[in-house]
Protein backbone atom coordinates (compact mmCIF):
# COMPACT_ATOMS: atom_id res chain seq x y z
CA UNK A 1 0.00 0.00 0.00
CA UNK A 2 1.44 3.17 -0.96
CA UNK A 3 2.66 5.43 1.97
CA UNK A 4 0.58 8.17 2.60
CA UNK A 5 -1.53 10.19 4.83
CA UNK A 6 -2.55 9.12 8.76
CA UNK A 7 -5.59 9.31 9.94
CA UNK A 8 -5.41 12.76 11.50
CA UNK A 9 -3.31 13.86 8.80
CA UNK A 10 -6.07 13.06 6.69
CA UNK A 11 -9.09 14.58 9.16
CA UNK A 12 -6.90 17.56 9.17
CA UNK A 13 -6.89 17.92 5.46
CA UNK A 14 -10.54 17.33 4.82
CA UNK A 15 -10.92 20.13 6.90
CA UNK A 16 -8.91 22.49 5.79
CA UNK A 17 -9.51 22.07 2.17
CA UNK A 18 -13.49 22.42 3.21
CA UNK A 19 -12.71 25.71 4.92
CA UNK A 20 -10.88 27.52 2.08
CA UNK A 21 -13.60 26.55 -0.61
CA UNK A 22 -15.89 29.45 -0.22
CA UNK A 23 -18.78 27.25 -2.14
CA UNK A 24 -18.85 24.81 1.05
CA UNK A 25 -20.78 26.69 3.78
CA UNK A 26 -20.85 23.87 6.04
CA UNK A 27 -19.57 20.21 6.81
CA UNK A 28 -20.62 17.42 9.16
CA UNK A 29 -19.01 14.22 10.03
CA UNK A 30 -21.80 10.79 10.24
CA UNK A 31 -21.07 7.19 11.09
CA UNK A 32 -18.63 5.34 13.18
CA UNK A 33 -16.05 7.49 14.06
CA UNK A 34 -19.16 9.89 15.74
CA UNK A 35 -19.83 6.93 17.73
CA UNK A 36 -17.49 6.46 20.68
CA UNK A 37 -18.73 2.85 21.06
CA UNK A 38 -17.96 1.95 17.65
CA UNK A 39 -14.49 0.13 16.55
CA UNK A 40 -12.00 2.98 15.23
CA UNK A 41 -8.99 1.41 13.47
CA UNK A 42 -7.30 2.29 10.13
CA UNK A 43 -10.22 0.80 8.31
CA UNK A 44 -12.61 3.21 9.44
CA UNK A 45 -14.54 5.63 7.16
CA UNK A 46 -14.85 9.45 6.70
CA UNK A 47 -18.54 9.63 6.43
CA UNK A 48 -18.00 13.36 5.43
CA UNK A 49 -21.02 15.60 4.55
CA UNK A 50 -20.33 18.80 2.54
CA UNK A 51 -23.15 21.55 2.42
CA UNK A 52 -22.52 23.80 -0.80
CA UNK A 53 -23.62 26.74 -2.66
CA UNK A 54 -24.48 25.28 -5.70
CA UNK A 55 -23.83 21.60 -6.02
CA UNK A 56 -24.00 20.78 -9.50
CA UNK A 57 -20.51 22.84 -9.38
CA UNK A 58 -19.40 19.42 -7.56
CA UNK A 59 -21.39 17.09 -9.42
CA UNK A 60 -20.21 17.87 -12.99
CA UNK A 61 -16.97 17.96 -12.14
CA UNK A 62 -15.68 15.26 -9.42
CA UNK A 63 -12.31 16.21 -9.88
CA UNK A 64 -12.19 17.66 -6.96
CA UNK A 65 -11.96 14.21 -4.95
CA UNK A 66 -7.81 14.33 -6.32
CA UNK A 67 -7.51 16.63 -3.43
CA UNK A 68 -7.23 14.38 -1.00
CA UNK A 69 -4.98 11.87 -2.56
CA UNK A 70 -4.39 9.43 -5.07
CA UNK A 71 -7.56 7.96 -5.99
CA UNK A 72 -7.57 4.10 -6.02
CA UNK A 73 -11.47 3.78 -6.94
CA UNK A 74 -14.38 5.62 -6.59
CA UNK A 75 -18.14 4.91 -6.95
CA UNK A 76 -20.89 7.26 -7.25
CA UNK A 77 -24.03 5.38 -6.38
CA UNK A 78 -26.23 7.95 -7.17
CA UNK A 79 -25.67 7.66 -11.01
CA UNK A 80 -26.22 3.80 -11.94
CA UNK A 81 -27.04 2.50 -15.25
CA UNK A 82 -30.91 2.11 -14.06
CA UNK A 83 -31.41 4.87 -12.66
CA UNK A 84 -28.95 8.16 -13.77
CA UNK A 85 -28.52 11.18 -11.96
CA UNK A 86 -30.04 14.58 -12.86
CA UNK A 87 -26.93 16.86 -13.48
CA UNK A 88 -29.50 19.60 -13.83
CA UNK A 89 -30.82 19.04 -10.34
CA UNK A 90 -29.85 19.56 -6.77
CA UNK A 91 -30.16 16.51 -5.27
CA UNK A 92 -28.09 14.86 -2.63
CA UNK A 93 -24.63 13.53 -4.23
CA UNK A 94 -22.95 10.48 -2.51
CA UNK A 95 -18.95 10.14 -3.92
CA UNK A 96 -17.24 6.89 -2.05
CA UNK A 97 -14.04 6.98 -2.52
CA UNK A 98 -10.95 4.83 -1.76
CA UNK A 99 -7.33 6.31 -1.65
CA UNK A 100 -3.77 4.14 -2.61
CA UNK A 101 -2.64 4.83 0.90
CA UNK A 102 -5.53 3.14 3.04
CA UNK A 103 -7.96 6.32 3.49
CA UNK A 104 -11.63 6.05 2.68
CA UNK A 105 -14.15 9.05 2.40
CA UNK A 106 -17.67 8.52 1.79
CA UNK A 107 -18.58 12.34 0.75
CA UNK A 108 -22.34 13.21 0.79
CA UNK A 109 -23.31 16.48 -0.91
CA UNK A 110 -25.75 18.32 -0.05
CA UNK A 111 -27.07 21.94 -1.64
CA UNK A 112 -27.95 24.45 1.38
CA UNK A 113 -30.80 25.19 -1.04
CA UNK A 114 -32.71 22.14 0.29
CA UNK A 115 -31.04 22.14 3.62
CA UNK A 116 -34.15 22.27 6.04
CA UNK A 117 -35.62 19.13 3.53
CA UNK A 118 -32.06 17.08 4.27
CA UNK A 119 -33.60 15.64 8.12
CA UNK A 120 -31.15 13.60 9.70
CA UNK A 121 -31.13 11.37 12.60
CA UNK A 122 -28.19 9.34 12.67
CA UNK A 123 -25.14 10.70 15.03
CA UNK A 124 -23.44 13.91 13.08
CA UNK A 125 -20.49 15.72 14.63
CA UNK A 126 -21.00 19.54 12.85
CA UNK A 127 -17.41 20.67 11.66
CA UNK A 128 -17.80 23.91 10.45
CA UNK A 129 -20.38 26.36 9.26
CA UNK A 130 -20.40 29.84 8.35
CA UNK A 131 -24.37 30.94 7.71
CA UNK A 132 -26.07 29.87 10.93
CA UNK A 133 -28.29 27.13 9.35
CA UNK A 134 -30.86 26.55 12.05
CA UNK A 135 -31.49 23.04 10.47
CA UNK A 136 -28.28 21.84 10.99
CA UNK A 137 -27.60 20.27 14.27
CA UNK A 138 -24.77 17.66 16.05
CA UNK A 139 -26.86 14.53 16.71
CA UNK A 140 -25.29 12.78 19.38
CA UNK A 141 -27.67 10.02 20.33
CA UNK A 142 -27.16 6.49 18.44
CA UNK A 143 -31.44 5.52 18.91
CA UNK A 144 -31.28 5.50 14.74
CA UNK A 145 -28.85 2.36 14.74
CA UNK A 146 -30.81 0.69 17.05
CA UNK A 147 -32.86 -2.73 16.73
CA UNK A 148 -35.98 -2.06 16.44
CA UNK A 149 -38.62 -4.02 18.00
CA UNK A 150 -40.85 -5.80 15.97
CA UNK A 151 -45.00 -6.30 15.37
CA UNK A 152 -46.47 -9.17 16.05
CA UNK A 153 -47.05 -9.21 11.87
CA UNK A 154 -43.56 -8.67 11.32
CA UNK A 155 -42.66 -11.30 13.86
CA UNK A 156 -44.78 -13.82 12.48
CA UNK A 157 -43.90 -12.86 8.90
CA UNK A 158 -40.03 -13.52 9.58
CA UNK A 159 -40.65 -17.14 11.19
CA UNK A 160 -42.83 -18.25 8.00
CA UNK A 161 -40.56 -16.62 5.54
CA UNK A 162 -37.32 -18.71 7.35
CA UNK A 163 -39.44 -21.97 6.96
CA UNK A 164 -40.87 -21.64 3.94
CA UNK A 165 -37.55 -20.93 2.35
CA UNK A 166 -35.67 -24.54 3.81
CA UNK A 167 -37.57 -26.27 1.64
CA UNK A 168 -36.47 -24.53 -1.21
CA UNK A 169 -32.91 -24.76 0.17
CA UNK A 170 -34.22 -28.56 0.57
CA UNK A 171 -35.42 -28.79 -3.38
CA UNK A 172 -32.29 -27.37 -4.32
CA UNK A 173 -30.21 -29.43 -2.79
CA UNK A 174 -32.44 -32.75 -3.87
CA UNK A 175 -31.72 -31.36 -7.54
CA UNK A 176 -27.84 -30.65 -7.13
CA UNK A 177 -28.85 -27.11 -8.22
CA UNK A 178 -26.27 -25.90 -5.84
CA UNK A 179 -26.53 -21.75 -6.37
CA UNK A 180 -30.30 -21.95 -5.91
CA UNK A 181 -30.07 -23.60 -2.56
CA UNK A 182 -26.97 -21.31 -1.64
CA UNK A 183 -28.80 -18.04 -2.58
CA UNK A 184 -31.57 -19.21 -0.54
CA UNK A 185 -29.96 -20.33 2.87
CA UNK A 186 -27.57 -17.86 2.98
CA UNK A 187 -29.49 -14.43 1.25
CA UNK A 188 -33.36 -15.70 2.18
CA UNK A 189 -33.50 -17.84 4.97
CA UNK A 190 -29.75 -16.43 6.57
CA UNK A 191 -31.56 -12.65 6.37
CA UNK A 192 -33.99 -14.16 8.52
CA UNK A 193 -32.23 -15.96 10.34
CA UNK A 194 -30.41 -12.96 11.56
CA UNK A 195 -33.04 -10.61 11.71
CA UNK A 196 -34.14 -13.22 14.72
CA UNK A 197 -31.05 -13.30 16.55
CA UNK A 198 -30.99 -9.39 16.38
CA UNK A 199 -34.35 -9.17 17.80
CA UNK A 200 -33.24 -11.56 20.29
CA UNK A 201 -30.25 -9.11 21.09
CA UNK A 202 -32.41 -6.12 21.45
CA UNK A 203 -34.20 -7.92 24.06
CA UNK A 204 -32.14 -8.71 26.15
CA UNK A 205 -30.82 -4.92 26.40
CA UNK A 206 -34.22 -3.84 26.12
CA UNK A 207 -33.83 -2.52 22.30
CA UNK A 208 -31.38 -0.05 23.05
CA UNK A 209 -28.46 -1.21 21.46
CA UNK A 210 -26.80 -1.87 17.81
CA UNK A 211 -25.25 -4.51 16.28
CA UNK A 212 -24.19 -2.49 13.92
CA UNK A 213 -24.51 -2.65 9.52
CA UNK A 214 -24.70 -6.34 8.26
CA UNK A 215 -24.32 -7.41 11.89
CA UNK A 216 -20.40 -6.59 12.05
CA UNK A 217 -20.43 -5.93 15.67
CA UNK A 218 -22.59 -9.26 16.47
CA UNK A 219 -19.64 -11.12 18.56
CA UNK A 220 -19.83 -8.28 20.86
CA UNK A 221 -23.40 -9.39 21.94
CA UNK A 222 -22.39 -13.18 21.66
CA UNK A 223 -20.49 -15.57 23.58
CA UNK A 224 -18.14 -17.66 21.77
CA UNK A 225 -20.23 -20.60 21.70
CA UNK A 226 -22.74 -18.59 19.91
CA UNK A 227 -20.77 -16.74 17.81
CA UNK A 228 -19.62 -20.76 16.43
CA UNK A 229 -23.05 -21.31 16.08
CA UNK A 230 -23.88 -18.68 14.12
CA UNK A 231 -20.74 -19.42 12.12
CA UNK A 232 -21.94 -23.15 11.55
CA UNK A 233 -25.36 -21.76 10.23
CA UNK A 234 -24.25 -20.60 6.84
CA UNK A 235 -22.61 -23.43 4.19
CA UNK A 236 -18.71 -23.56 3.37
CA UNK A 237 -19.42 -24.98 -0.07
CA UNK A 238 -20.25 -28.62 -0.93
CA UNK A 239 -23.48 -30.27 -1.05
CA UNK A 240 -22.69 -32.30 2.12
CA UNK A 241 -21.87 -29.02 4.13
CA UNK A 242 -25.02 -26.77 3.15
CA UNK A 243 -27.06 -29.97 4.65
CA UNK A 244 -25.72 -29.51 7.85
CA UNK A 245 -25.54 -25.72 7.89
CA UNK A 246 -29.47 -26.21 6.76
CA UNK A 247 -29.89 -28.05 9.89
CA UNK A 248 -27.71 -25.85 11.97
CA UNK A 249 -29.42 -22.87 11.16
CA UNK A 250 -32.76 -23.96 11.52
CA UNK A 251 -32.11 -25.32 14.65
CA UNK A 252 -30.57 -22.21 15.69
CA UNK A 253 -33.36 -20.25 14.43
CA UNK A 254 -36.49 -21.87 16.02
CA UNK A 255 -34.36 -21.55 19.43
CA UNK A 256 -34.06 -17.56 19.13
CA UNK A 257 -37.94 -17.65 17.80
CA UNK A 258 -39.13 -19.33 20.79
CA UNK A 259 -37.20 -17.12 22.90
CA UNK A 260 -38.49 -13.54 21.08
CA UNK A 261 -42.01 -14.99 21.17
CA UNK A 262 -41.93 -15.88 24.81
CA UNK A 263 -40.45 -12.12 25.69
CA UNK A 264 -42.45 -10.18 23.19
CA UNK A 265 -45.80 -12.23 24.19
CA UNK A 266 -45.93 -13.52 20.66
CA UNK A 267 -47.23 -17.03 19.45
CA UNK A 268 -44.57 -20.04 18.65
CA UNK A 269 -46.22 -22.58 16.52
CA UNK A 270 -43.85 -25.80 17.78
CA UNK A 271 -45.49 -27.68 15.65
CA UNK A 272 -45.41 -26.61 12.65
CA UNK A 273 -41.39 -26.22 13.04
CA UNK A 274 -41.62 -29.68 13.43
CA UNK A 275 -43.64 -30.29 10.07
CA UNK A 276 -41.42 -28.75 7.88
CA UNK A 277 -38.12 -30.18 9.17
CA UNK A 278 -39.35 -33.06 9.21
CA UNK A 279 -40.52 -32.58 5.36
CA UNK A 280 -37.06 -31.50 4.38
CA UNK A 281 -35.14 -34.18 6.16
CA UNK A 282 -37.16 -36.83 4.55
CA UNK A 283 -36.11 -35.42 1.11
CA UNK A 284 -32.47 -35.29 2.68
CA UNK A 285 -33.04 -38.83 3.39
CA UNK A 286 -34.18 -39.44 -0.40
CA UNK A 287 -31.24 -37.71 -1.85
CA UNK A 288 -28.93 -39.24 0.14
CA UNK A 289 -30.48 -42.77 -0.51
CA UNK A 290 -30.10 -42.38 -4.22
CA UNK A 291 -26.50 -41.01 -4.36
CA UNK A 292 -25.56 -44.27 -2.26
CA UNK A 293 -26.97 -46.27 -4.89
CA UNK A 294 -25.37 -44.56 -7.32
Known amino acids: MKQGLTQEEMFELILKKAKA ?12 RVDPKALHDAYSDFDIVLFV ?38 EPFHCLVQYADGNRIDFTLCDVSRGGALENHEPRQVLFER ?35 SLYVAKGLCRDQYNYARFH ?17 GLCHDFRV ?15 EEMERVQAAFACGDTASMWESLAAMYDYFEELTETVAEGLGYPYDREEAER ?13 RRECEK
Open 21 to 32: DERIRAAAMDGS
Open 53 to 90: RDIREFTRDTGWIRDFGEVLIAQFPDDWFDQPYDYEGK
Open 131 to 165: DGYDWLKPVETQEAFWIRRPGKKEYLDCVNEFRWL
Open 185 to 201: LEEGMGEMFLRMLNWKI
Open 210 to 224: STGSHGKYLKSFLTS
Open 276 to 288: VKGFWQKRQENAE
